[in-house]
């Protein structure tokens, strides 16, 4: 097992085991669901906003611990960042896994980085990326509600 495969897997076990802004936030800003109905997978956002910047981010969720690992990355990487960041990090994200890019996060977000290496399971792709997905219908919708 090479290197990267160990990381992948103790950053990924840290994050499912000890998921971070894990649980609800009581009237939330912007709230969304994101299922997988093929393998089920489920992921709920909650955002607290203040103007432009994530002011508080939390997640629940049940399934993989791929999908929760990355639910829990994508919490600890957006808290306190602006919306423009999200989006910026959600485009490298995706780009990463589903445009087989090579990442290029900064220290701040190497944790995501661990997850390069689902690429290697096709299959395991949707994990991964559903809270991406469902922040991004999180973010359009409270765009359109301004």
């Not at 910047?53 to 929760?68: A, P, R």
């Not at 780009?95 to 399971?121: G, N, T």
């Not at 395991?124 to 973010?139: F, G, Q, S």
Request: one cysteine or more; proline letters at 4%; aromatic letters at 6%.
């Amino acid at each position: 097992m090479s290197l990267s495969d160990e990381l992948y897997k103790e950053v990924l076990l840290d994050h499912y085991q000890n998921p971070r802004h894990h649980g609800s936030i009581e009237n939330p800003d912007v709230h969304e669901l994101g299922v997988n109905p093929l393998c089920g997978d489920e992921v709920e956002l909650f955002l607290k906003l203040d103007g432009n910047k994530i002011h508080d981010i939390s997640f629940n969720g049940k399934g993989c611990s791929i999908s929760q690992a990355s639910s829990s990355m994508l919490t600890d990487c957006l808290y306190g960042k602006t919306i423009d960041e999200a989006r910026e990090l959600l485009v490298s994200f995706k780009a990463m896994l589903i445009e087989d890019e090579e990442p290029h996060f900064s220290e701040e977000y190497e944790d995501l980085e661990s997850l390069e290496a689902v690429r290697k399971i096709p299959a395991r792709i949707k994990c991964a990326v559903l809270p991406w997905n469902t922040l991004e219908k999180a973010l359009n919708k409270n765009e359109k509600a301004l």
